[in-house]
């Protein structure tokens, strides 16, 4: 079992940043990949971006490329999304995902296991 808490959504301008945080506890030597989600009113789920916990391979949708971009602190089990140049359309609940054991499937299609509570991230224009 882990839980995950997303922190760091709120309201921003059009052009402004986000840092969003997911803080893992817990299990958390069982996780082997991270994921973030977001989900707009009205639409599907959409994978944003993701770390392979081995070896910290990092890939992102094609929607965010170049504005977003993941890290993480082993230590403290969390992972970061920092979101800059933010656009209306990235209007969202924000989840982060985690999901255990060895993972050799792309991190954007595998199933997770653990869901946090989302945050909002809302933007202006």
């Known amino acids: 079992q882990v839980q995950l808490v997303e922190s760091g959504g709120g309201l921003v301008q059009a052009g402004g940043s986000l840092r969003l945080s997911c803080a893992a506890s817990?299990?958390?030597?069982?996780?082997?990949?991270m994921g973030w989600f977001r989900q707009a009113p009205g639409k599907e789920r959409e994978f944003v971006g993701g770390?392979?916990?081995?070896?910290?391979?990092?890939v992102y949708a094609d929607s965010v490329k170049g504005r977003f971009t993941i890290s993480r602190d082993n230590a403290k089990s969390t992972v970061y999304l920092q979101m800059n140049s933010l656009k209306p359309e990235d209007t969202a609940v924000y989840y982060c995902a985690a999901k255990f054991g060895n993972i050799v499937a792309p991190i954007s299609r595998i199933r997770y296991d653990y869901w946090g509570q989302g945050t909002q991230v809302t933007v202006s224009s």
């Open positions: 817990g299990r958390t030597f069982s996780i082997g990949a």
């Open positions: 770390i392979r916990w081995s070896g910290a391979s990092i």
